[in-house]
């Protein structure tokens, strides 16, 4: 897995520890979510969820209670079969209230299965069909240049939806228009419906490939929240071309049970697996809780 650093200030324990809260609490989300249908695309939402833990935190500009605020950023999940994951993250932010997620699924809910602007708070495009997303990204973009705006755009993408000619079509465009209003974010997960990516359509180098359209480049472990943070803190300041961020995810991450689980893209869940889901969650998320505050009182 290829990484990088730099040359900012270390963020906070404080900091950390309260967007690990976040991820945990965004992954309970999704659990309890996944068992109203007893399956479902749980593994992305677990590994995208400190990805999203961070956006929603600590990277966005937005208003909670005015979800259409003329100068917020705007969140694009062009991979619709993320939507709960993203639910997940709206409830945590403040954007859906949290009893809401019980009807995810469910007949006349603002919450499909799929992502649906129409619907949702939150949702800023419809997902469905993979290669749109930053199409829409750069057209979002070029609109607020034109309005003289200061918001950014964010199009959460999957290694997936690189097999889309589209997508690329786009990167060149944004690389084009001098596009520095835009950051796409990569899941990289290595698993699509039809099997491991690399099998499927080989996009490595990916770096190399976003490098060469023209766009900033960096690759980090996207489940590693102290990487990510100082990531988007590093690309706070870029300005002169589209950015993209990499992240190295795991399938599952937080379950164990979850993160080797055979045919994950789509994951089908036991009734009984669910709770001792949410306990080796929990556990997990203490052990790494106890961990940061030793640091931490170290450090002091």
């Not at 995208?48 to 003329?70: F, G, I, Q, S």
């Amino acid at each position: 897995m290829s990484t990088q650093a730099f040359a900012t200030a270390a963020p906070s324990t404080d900091r950390l520890t309260a967007l690990e809260d976040s991820a945990y609490r965004i992954r309970m989300h999704a659990l309890d979510m996944g068992e109203t249908q007893g399956q479902g695309y749980i593994g992305q939402a677990l590994g995208v969820a400190d990805l999203l833990a961070v956006v929603y935190k600590d990277v966005l500009n937005h208003r909670p209670d005015d979800p259409e605020w003329p100068g917020r950023d705007r969140f694009l999940l062009s991979i619709g079969h993320y939507a709960i994951a993203l639910y997940a993250a709206l409830a945590e932010a403040g954007v859906l209230d949290v009893a809401e997620l019980a009807t995810y699924g469910s007949d006349d809910s603002r919450l499909p299965m799929s992502g649906m602007a129409s619907y949702t708070p939150g949702m800023e495009i419809s997902g469905g069909s993979l290669g749109h997303g930053l199409g829409v990204a750069a057209g979002m973009a070029l609109g607020l240049r034109h309005q003289g705006s200061g918001a950014r755009v964010y199009n959460l993408l999957s290694d997936g939806e690189l097999d889309e000619g589209s997508t690329w079509e786009a990167a060149l465009a944004c690389a084009h228009h001098g596009l520095d209003n835009v950051t796409a974010l990569v899941d990289v997960n290595a698993l699509q419906a039809d099997g491991p990516t690399k099998g499927v359509l080989r996009t490595e180098p990916v770096t190399a490939k976003w490098e060469a359209f023209g766009w900033h480049a960096i690759r980090v472990d996207g489940n590693d929240i102290g990487a990510l943070v100082a990531a988007f803190d590093s690309l706070r300041g870029h300005r002169g071309s589209p950015a993209v961020l990499i992240c190295d995810t795991r399938i599952g991450c937080g379950v164990p049970m979850l993160e080797t689980r055979e045919k994950a893209h789509f994951m089908r869940v036991e009734e009984h697996e669910w709770q001792l889901a949410r306990k080796q969650l929990t556990d997990r998320h203490n052990r790494g809780s106890a961990g940061s505050a030793s640091v931490g009182s170290q450090g002091k």
